[in-house]
């Protein structure tokens, strides 16, 4: 069975410029959840996608956005880059919303200069 | 809110030594608690978790782990530590108190010694 998958593996943008991160989660998992792993920060909840819906929001600003498709992959759109938004971002998904278990993805390196 | 401590962002211990890497939660009822571990460069791959069943909770790659109600721990250990168990290891609770999230805790980073 596939994990969950992450496109690109790499991604380098310049400042100002917006960023389109991609998911696709486990087959049968319903509910997508995007992470930001910063240098020295640990990782950082963003965002929390079941069913097609958002269902919970963590402390970012609205520039971070996201969405989830009927087949249950996301999309994580960041816009007007900032230099701190470098990070690795991690993309995980469950089966049965935030109290399972939920199986992460390799990541996607943004650099942003 | 839910939080997660872990004691020590670096540990090292000698290979075949007993590995011993912990984690506080602060909650007033039981939560799931998870541990996961990330290689370089890599995802976060789940190792073990409790989710009010027995509370000694055994792992992949001998790793196992037991929930103490009265001291909110869930300390991850390994009777002998191997090289390849050099990684970043994360511990992280959920539950009916969290909100609709998963919390992680900052992650302790193990060094194995030959």
């Known amino acids: 069975e596939a994990g969950v998958t992450q496109s690109p593996t790499h991604l380098i943008k310049t400042r100002g410029q917006q960023a389109t991160l991609r998911c696709s989660p486990i087959?049968?998992?319903?509910?997508v959840y995007w992470y930001q792993q910063a240098l020295g920060l640990g990782l950082q909840f963003l965002l929390w996608?079941?069913?097609?819906?958002?269902?919970n929001r963590g402390n970012f600003p609205p520039r971070f956005s996201g969405r989830q498709f009927p087949n249950y992959s996301s999309e994580l759109n960041v816009n007007a880059l900032e230099l701190e938004d470098s990070a690795l971002y991690l993309c995980?998904?469950?089966?049965?919303?935030?109290?399972?278990?939920?199986?992460f993805g390799p990541g996607t390196r943004l650099t942003v200069l | 809110a839910q939080s997660v401590t872990q004691l020590g962002s670096h540990v090292s211990v000698s290979e075949g030594a007993l590995v011993l890497l912990r984690c506080n939660y602060s909650?007033?009822?039981?939560?799931?608690l998870f541990w996961y571990v990330q290689y370089p460069n890599q995802g976060l791959q789940l190792l073990l978790k409790y989710t009010s069943a027995a509370t000694l909770v055994k792992g992949i790659n001998g790793f196992e782990a037991e929930f103490k109600k009265s001291e909110t721990s869930f300390h991850l250990t390994k009777p002998s530590a191997h090289m390849s168990d050099a990684a970043e290891y994360f511990c992280a609770v959920s539950g009916p108190n969290t909100g609709n999230q998963f919390y992680f805790g900052t992650g302790t980073s193990l060094t194995v010694i030959p």
């Open positions: 087959s049968g998992h319903t509910s």
């Open positions: 996608y079941d069913e097609g819906e958002e269902r």
């Open positions: 995980a998904s469950s089966l049965a919303g935030v109290l399972d278990t939920q199986y």
């Open positions: 909650s007033s009822v039981p939560p799931y």
